[in-house]
T-cell receptor, first 111, second 113 residues
Framework: GQQVMQIPQYQHVQEGEDFTTYCNSS?????IQWYKQRPGGHPVFLIQ?????EVKKQKRLTFQFGEAKKNSSLHITATQTTDVGTYFC???????????FGKGTKLSVIP | EAGVVQSPRYKIIEKKQPVAFWCNPI?????LYWYLQNLGQGPELLIR????????DSQLPKDRFSAERLKGVDSTLKIQPAELGDSAVYLC???????????FGAGTRLSVL
């Protein structure tokens, strides 16, 4: 079955430093989504990428979808304490609405 | 617009007891999902409904887990009997049919003692 892997599992950064998490799928994806889960909270949708090589930005967050549609990344510029949480990527294959989630990257920001 | 509502938020039971979780999706969302999330892991799909039909229950452990969505709106997930390994957060999500974006509820944190 489809597997989605994320690295790193944990990341500790000083406030103001950049942060990147990477996501790799064992199969080609039709789309990839990113979610953020705050400590004690639930996953909240951030963005969806559909096109090969797509890049989307949300303020300090930059999302990329690989050319082969098998990998993706999330980059945060100049982290803030409000960025703390676990970032999950989730992908679905062609013709499927089932999302397969990665294990997430837990981001800690040291003030 | 109200989000996905789940209850209870927390549940503590002894092993071998039954337990049930309830979910009310966002109004108009035809598709409903139940996920299991273990500590330090991503959500794992248990079952997906389109209206009242369970269209994907391949990951649901049917020996002890059951779910229903009788009128195509609210849903319940039941475990009977619960085992120690069932301790986790049970998340409900909903979406429009044909849309990929899912909206999650706050979840029910189950502790089996």
């Amino acid at each position: 079955g489809q597997q989605v892997m994320q690295i790193p599992q944990y990341q500790h950064v000083q406030e103001g430093e950049d942060f990147t998490t990477y996501c790799n799928s064992s199969t080609t994806l039709s789309n990839i989504q990113w979610y953020k889960q705050r400590p004690g909270g639930h996953p909240v949708f951030l963005i969806q990428l559909v096109k090969s090589g797509e890049v989307k930005k949300q303020k300090r967050l930059t999302f990329q979808f690989g050319e082969a549609k098998k990998n993706s990344s999330l980059h945060i510029t100049a982290t803030q304490t409000t960025d703390v949480g676990t970032y999950f990527c989730a992908g679905s294959g062609a013709g499927s609405y089932q999302l397969t989630f990665g294990k997430g990257t837990k981001l800690s920001v040291i003030p | 617009e109200a989000g996905v509502v789940q209850s209870p938020r927390y549940k503590i039971i002894e092993k071998k007891q039954p337990v049930a979780f309830w979910c009310n999706p966002i109004s108009g969302h035809n598709t409903l999902y139940w996920y299991l999330q273990n500590l330090g892991q991503g959500p794992e799909l248990l079952i997906r409904y389109e209206n009242e039909e369970a269209v994907d229950d391949s990951q649901l452990p049917k020996d002890r887990f059951s779910a229903e969505r009788l009128k195509g709106v609210d849903s319940t997930l039941k475990i009977q009997p619960a085992e120690l390994g069932d301790s986790a957060v049970y998340l409900c999500a909903s979406s429009y049919i044909g849309e990929d974006i899912q909206y999650f509820g706050a979840g029910t944190r189950l502790s089996v003692l």
